[in-house]
């Protein structure tokens, strides 16, 4: 029987379709009122702690306030609303300092020390025993030997932090909305793509408005930069979307001084545990032991690309000028300069290719590969959705055991978080003799089909759905039965992109492409010419590329280690300082991208960054084994998911990769994938 509360409905798949803004706070007070009489009954409890008298019931406990409080997080990021909005800020500050609590409680640490202290802890399982392991590192990472003062700052702390990073999310999403260039003339749309004039049409319509409506989201905004000739449309695109969230616009909207707020924060919570500096706090948890050596890493990666970057944009900057008669080229010109000359250097264009990658046959194509590689089904299943658009899907074994199952969002849509991501609906755990399976969200945000034709996805989004679709593996094929190290759980941050970039390089396989390609007119697969031009073309401008990421890591590092937030440099000051050390191409001036670096400001990746980089080096070293053996060769795909996938976070990563590349990683198949071997 439903529950009127369909947030407390949470034995079976969310009722999304029923959930409404007026649920959130009467199922937040619920929830919290269970895990608190629960907590406090284990916190006072004088039986003797162990893991079924303790961890389990403290697990069950606040699982379902994470499940709820999931939902809802999820909803506010792809149906955000002005009502939900208002929930979900009403909600953020208590289950905030719900966590926060928890992590403080002495009575619960010293349960958990107890247990990793007494004789029976060398009986537990491996993954077990790396439960309790990580749960003491976490208690003293969540302030939990504070003293009194402190753990009432420290809670604080987490609780400005959180709203911070709301308000920035928001702010950016409102600015992105907030734009709408109408054109009249379709003329000024010359250049772009059938399928992008026709969305630009279709917006319009939405608006009540003729002509055509041109936005900031993410589908729409790549189509003008990158195929646009009337120079001045793209310059006044770029200009609105590089100024989003900063002084520039609607002061409400501005995330400057949110930067600022939360750098402080984020200092203070360091000092508070006894680090230097917000660096050195990320990193306990991660792969990387210093700042120092991961600024290392990237300056050494930097070294190896910047000349091949410097020779990507000097001739970027002739073929603009001798063939474009751009004389100066800007940063709105860059994508357009670059498909002009790869479109004339390999003899193809990207609108070209993706006439070959429609939605549905791309997805059927994903599918032939993961269920090749890993000995499973996936199947289309049912279950309540938010968008009319979205997909459900179960994965099952050859037995027809149900393993998992995902949410699949596709589409750009107003009122939807930009960007791609994969996250956790409900997480791999063994329940008695239940065993729960995992239920992953899978996000993207491509063009939707218009004029009753297909999505069609360029080889980009093709690589971006594989990414995330990695990272869904991740969480739905473990094996770990224990949920704070099942799936993508207790996994290193700096090793979590693994399988997703892992996955990626499969879309650059003639055995796979061949048969996830088919022209959205003529139905005929992608011919082998063009697939060995876009080879030929994979690596056009990647030292522009690393160049860019490089950046973006160097900043993140160094704005958490040695950037004094009350000095007179500012962030973007700082940003301009990279730059003079690795950039081969400069923004103008009022580009304010620290406003819009959500991974950082707004996400979990603040002095994690470089993790993209660090785990390419796992994910390209991995994929080199089955370059070695057979790229869909199912036995390697066997111990992939045995060794990588499989474990979870209940071994340390590098043990994973260790036992199935049987070496240390090695840093020469990222460069010879990128080719990065020669001048």
């Not at 809802?72 to 953020?92: G, K």
């Not at 200092?267 to 660096?279: D, I, K, M, P, T």
């Not at 978080?417 to 994969?422: C, D, L, N, P, T």
Request: aromatic share 10%.
């Amino acid at each position: 029987m439903n529950h009127p509360n369909p947030l407390l409905d949470l034995a079976g798949l969310v009722p999304f379709d029923r959930i409404r803004p007026e649920h959130v706070t009467p199922a937040i007070d619920e929830l919290l009122k269970q895990a608190k009489t629960t907590v406090g009954e284990l916190e006072s409890s004088r039986q003797t702690a162990s893991w079924d008298t303790f961890v389990e019931p403290l697990e069950s406990a606040t699982e379902r306030l994470s499940r709820c409080w999931k939902t809802v997080e999820h909803l506010n990021a792809v149906a955000d609303s002005p009502e939900l909005r208002a929930a979900y800020h009403e909600n953020l500050g208590r289950v905030t300092a719900f966590w926060t609590q928890l992590s403080q409680s002495p009575d619960l640490f010293a349960k958990f020390k107890s247990i990793h202290t007494n004789a029976g802890f060398s009986r537990l399982s491996t993954a077990r025993q790396r439960v309790i392991e990580n749960a003491l590192r976490d208690f003293r990472l969540g302030g939990a030997e504070l003293d009194a003062n402190a753990k009432a700052r420290f809670a604080e702390i987490q609780q400005e932090l959180a709203q911070l990073g709301q308000k920035y999310s928001e702010n950016l999403l409102d600015e992105t909305n907030a734009y709408g260039l109408y054109e009249e003339d379709l003329d000024a749309l010359r250049g772009l793509p059938p399928d992008a004039v026709a969305g630009a049409r279709q917006r319009a319509e939405r608006d009540g408005k003729s002509g055509y409506k041109l936005t900031l989201e993410t589908p729409a905004y790549l189509a003008v930069m990158q195929f646009a000739e009337r120079r001045a449309l793209r310059e006044a695109v770029y200009q609105a979307y590089s100024k989003r969230a900063s002084e520039f616009g609607d002061p409400a909207h501005d995330n400057t001084d949110i930067i600022s707020q939360t750098l402080r924060l984020r200092r203070e919570e360091a000092r508070l545990l006894g680090y230097g500096n917000f660096a050195e706090l990320s990193l306990v948890p991660k792969m990387a032991k210093t700042p120092a050596e991961v600024v290392a890493f990237l300056n050494d990666l930097a070294r190896l690309a910047k000349p091949f970057g410097e020779r990507d944009m000097l001739e970027l900057r002739e073929f603009a000028k001798r063939e474009l008669g751009i004389e100066r080229i800007e940063a709105w010109d860059v994508p357009f300069a670059s498909e002009k000359l790869r479109a004339k250097r390999y003899a193809f264009s990207e609108q070209e290719v993706k006439q070959y990658f429609p939605e549905p046959k791309v997805l059927a194509g994903l599918f032939q590969v993961v269920e090749t590689l890993f000995s499973i089904h996936i199947r289309l299943d049912r279950a309540p959705i938010w968008d009319k658009d979205v997909q459900f899907y179960r994965v099952e074994n050859h037995s027809g055991e149900l393993l998992a199952q995902f949410y699949l969002d596709l589409y750009a849509r107003p009122n939807k978080r930009s960007g791609a991501w994969m996250d956790d609906a409900r997480t791999r755990r063994r329940i008695g003799s239940s065993l729960q399976t995992p239920i992953a969200f899978l996000t993207c945000n491509f063009p939707e089909p218009v004029n009753n034709r297909p999505a069609l996805l360029s080889h980009d989004e093709v690589s971006t759905l594989f990414h995330e679709f990695g990272h869904g593996l991740h969480h739905m094929l473990t094996r770990v039965e224990e949920m704070p190290i099942s799936g993508i759980h207790g996994v290193e941050w700096d090793a979590v992109e693994l399988p997703s970039q892992f996955l990626e390089n499969f879309c650059w396989e003639w055995d796979v492409l061949r048969h996830m390609t088919s022209h959205v007119d003529s139905g005929a697969a992608l011919p082998r010419p063009l697939f060995e031009k876009m080879v030929a073309a994979k690596n056009f401008q990647v030292g522009m590329q690393t160049l860019r990421q490089i950046e973006f890591g160097l900043f993140d590092m160094r704005i958490h280690s040695d950037f004094d937030v009350d000095g007179p440099k500012t962030a973007q000051a700082l940003l301009e300082e990279v730059r003079d050390a690795v950039a081969v191409l400069r923004p103008p001036a009022y580009n304010r991208f620290p406003n819009q670096f959500s991974h950082v400001f707004a996400g979990g990746y603040a002095a994690g960054y470089y993790s993209y980089k660090w785990a390419e080096v796992l994910s390209a070293d991995a994929y080199a084994k089955f370059e070695e053996d057979g790229v869909l060769n199912p036995a390697t795909g066997a111990r992939f998911r045995d060794e990588i996938l499989g474990v979870g976070g209940s071994r340390p990563a590098i043990e994973s990769f260790t036992s199935f590349r049987g070496r240390a990683p090695s840093m020469d198949a990222l460069l010879r994938h990128n080719g990065m071997t020669g001048k």
